[in-house]
């Protein structure tokens, strides 16, 4: 057993729905590592994406209403979430760890259980009007809807902060909006990524992955999941009035509005879902990476550094602290601004090393590291009272 083992030797961790693979969901992976045996709960799971956890998995009565229900239907179940996460029991755990951009917070642990709270985000539907709806026949009546349910959403989300033990942030952006949300001071641990994102790889695989996807010599990438908040319709607009070829990896809910804005437009390819160690040799086959969409922190932006690959982001949200301006990239705030820092980008301007090191301050290591360093803290702290 390790050091945090020893201290807490039942460890619960609870997740948003775990249908498809995020940024939550590689925290989550490397805080195994931490706690290889820990439990994990959520309200749903898809086995088949997630392969490498072999864990105990608790899911919630919603798992079995979407078996039966049609895909469409799971994105509008968010009503029963409360009762969802209310409905796990933590009997026997040590330590319960919630990581969530939803409501896996609102989860109720008895009062010798500290609970942490590592918050991806308050939910942004709830609190930033952000629907995703865009891509949906009846987008008005879903809207309708769906700020109705928001109204008792939101004074649920407040009341269950105080479940909370202790709090920490992915970014001082999400921070400040916990502070604001929900009133509570919150410690910054950036996650980080794994060690083989910084590796060179062999030129037979970038040979191969090039061939395999029919990639251009040059191109610009986006690695994203495809909804609204992303702004992908951005980079589409902006890469063909800069006349640049742009290739777009992930799939969500836009894809079929994206492919409209597209227009068949021979510069502008959709990869769909690709693995992670294609990805890692798309990040060093690309001259640039595009992040337009208000991040809390961004992980795919570190990923694409760690290749040595510059990134142009939105001048707001996490990526101001990850991203090095006129080092490691650019910023923009208009699709303007985009376009235009897209006719003028050279690649040549960007040193490979500077690119790099400036990832080297985002790696699952040091993460890891501040991670055990603040939950020994809490372990000294609980062991005082």
Known sequence: MNSLENLFPK?????????????????????????????????????????????????????????RLPKSLARHLKVFTPWAYESFNFDGFDLVISISAGPAKGIVTGIDQP?????????????????????????KMYSAISETIN??????????????????????????????????????????????????????????????????????LI??????????????????????????VGEGPDRKYLEKVANKNPNISFLGYVSDDDAISLFRLASLLLFCGLEDFGIVPVEAMAAGTPVFALREGGLLETIKEHISGEFFKTEEELCNLLKDFDKRRYNREEIVKQARNFTEAKFLNNLEKYITQIYEKETSK
Request: glycine fraction near 4%; charged fraction near 25%.
């Open 151 to 220: 109204v008792f959403m939101r004074i649920w989300d407040t009341n269950i902060a105080k479940r909370v033990d202790y709090w920490t942030a992915n970014s001082k952006y999400i921070q400040k909006k916990i502070k604001r949300t929900y009133g509570v001071d919150a410690t910054v641990i950036y996650p980080g990524i794994e060690e083989r994102y910084f590796e060179k790889g062999k030129q037979s695989q970038l040979n191969e992955v090039k061939a395999k996807y029919s990639l251009p010599d040059d191109f610009i």
């Open 11 to 67: 460890v619960a961790i609870v997740a948003d729905q775990m249908n498809g693979f995020g940024g939550a969901d590689r925290e989550l992976i490397s805080m195994l590592k931490l706690f290889p045996n820990a439990e994990i709960f959520t309200i749903t799971f898809n086995k088949k994406i997630y392969p490498q956890i072999t864990n105990i998995v608790h899911t919630s009565f919603l798992q079995k209403w979407l078996e």
């Open 223 to 248: 690695v994203s999941r495809l909804y609204d908040y992303k702004k992908i319709d951005w980079a589409i607009r902006a890469c063909i009035k800069a006349n640049k070829k742009l290739i777009i």
């Open 115 to 139: 609970h942490i709270a590592m918050t991806m985000t308050p939910p942004r539907s709830l609190w930033d009007k952000e629907n995703n709806f865009r891509a949906l026949k009846l987008s």
